[in-house]
């Protein structure tokens, strides 16, 4: 059933996991914005989105990796300083 949040003017272009109807499509594979394997963009929180695939109308949180908020899980580590311990006096 369409969720009554799905709004052809909100798309998002991720595969459906249920139907992998993209699979074989050129433009998917390339990244590009097809005409045919487009999902509902529903919600969005953080980098995560929730879609629905308007051909099996499964409904599922995308996480796009990227994106609001988003860091590298390793950045906030702090920077290794050498030791110099006061030997340098
Ligand atoms: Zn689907
Ligand atoms: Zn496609």
Do not use: N
Not at 27 to 39: I, K, L, V
Not at 54 to 79: K, L, N, S
Request: net charge negative; proline share 8%.
């Amino acid at each position: 059933m369409r969720d009554p949040q799905a709004d052809i003017g909100r798309r998002a272009w991720v595969a459906c996991p249920r139907c992998a109807d993209h699979a074989g499509c050129a433009p998917c594979h390339d990244g590009r914005s097809c005409e045919t394997h487009w999902r509902f963009l529903l919600a969005a929180e953080a980098r995560r989105i929730f879609v629905q695939c308007p051909g099996c109308w499964y409904r599922w949180w995308h996480d796009t990796e990227f994106g609001a908020g988003d860091r590298p899980a390793d950045v906030d580590q702090v920077p290794a300083f050498p030791d110099h311990g006061g030997a340098a006096a």
